[in-house]
């Protein structure tokens, strides 16, 4: 956004001094906005521009001012969304979503993180997916194992139970065991999924802009379930002839 295409979208004030002024006005008003991520204003005093941040998009549903302000408040004052009490839930028996809505498309494992999204508890939602694959894997890995303390959580974790030769998850890509590359694909996948929101998440280093986000996000926490659900437990041990496809070595191995 431009002090130039403000200037034009003000036709009903002469030009001059008096159009130049309510832009410069516009401006220090929209500067103040959550949806703004920085500004530019030349020395030579040619004009100004705003950038538009990603934030933007929680506006694309107001229709009136009313619904600009109360997205508008809820990025300026996150906390008082994501600090919300919540309701406790026993346990996933417990959650009741609507047949009919998108919600109970999401994998059953999910029903307490889709419950607090319903609630209106968009962070919390969020992480409770993750944590939700997280208890299901470390179930899965103590049950045949006792990996050592720094791979009982988080992305230590996936990567100890996803490991392409050494993990407890044998993972049937296409109807058969896949390569080591493509388990190590598998591997990345959750890992990265750890890494980059579940402790995010947890340590509130990160909070989804808008509803749309989260969504995205259970969606993604959805889909790493179904892999689960594909999965074979207990992996074969290292060299076992039923290992088929593994490629000994090479570079799609991992140290």
Request: one cysteine or more.
């Amino acid at each position: 956004m431009t002090r130039r295409l403000i200037l034009d979208r003000l036709p009903g004030l002469p030009l001059g001094t008096a159009r130049e002024t309510v832009a410069d006005q516009l401006f220090e008003i929209a500067n103040c906005e959550p949806w703004v991520s920085g500004w530019s204003r030349p020395n030579d005093g040619s004009g100004w521009s705003l950038s538009v941040g990603r934030s933007i998009r929680g506006f694309a549903s107001a229709k009136n001012l009313q619904d600009y302000w109360k997205t508008r408040s809820a990025l300026l004052n996150p906390e008082a969304v994501t600090s919300s009490p919540i309701k406790e839930i026993s346990s996933i028996s417990d959650v009741q979503v609507e047949h009919d809505s998108a919600l109970y498309q999401l994998h059953p494992g999910l029903r307490t993180a889709a419950k607090l999204f319903k609630d209106r508890y968009p962070a919390q939602a969020a992480l409770g997916a993750f944590q939700a694959i997280e208890s299901r894997v470390k179930k899965d890995v103590l049950a045949h194992r006792s990996p050592p303390e720094k791979s009982r959580y988080g992305a230590g974790l996936m990567s100890y139970a996803m490991h392409p030769q050494e993990g407890v998850y044998t993972f049937n890509l296409a109807g058969s065991v896949g390569s080591v590359s493509e388990r190590q694909g598998v591997m990345w996948m959750f890992m990265g999924a750890f890494a980059a929101f579940r402790n995010s998440l947890a340590h509130e280093s990160y909070q989804p802009i808008n509803q749309d986000e989260v969504w995205e996000l259970l969606v993604l926490a959805s889909m790493l379930m179904r892999r689960l659900d594909e999965a074979a437990l207990p992996r074969p041990p290292a060299g076992d002839p039923e290992d088929h496809g593994v490629e000994k070595g090479g570079a799609g191995s991992v140290g």
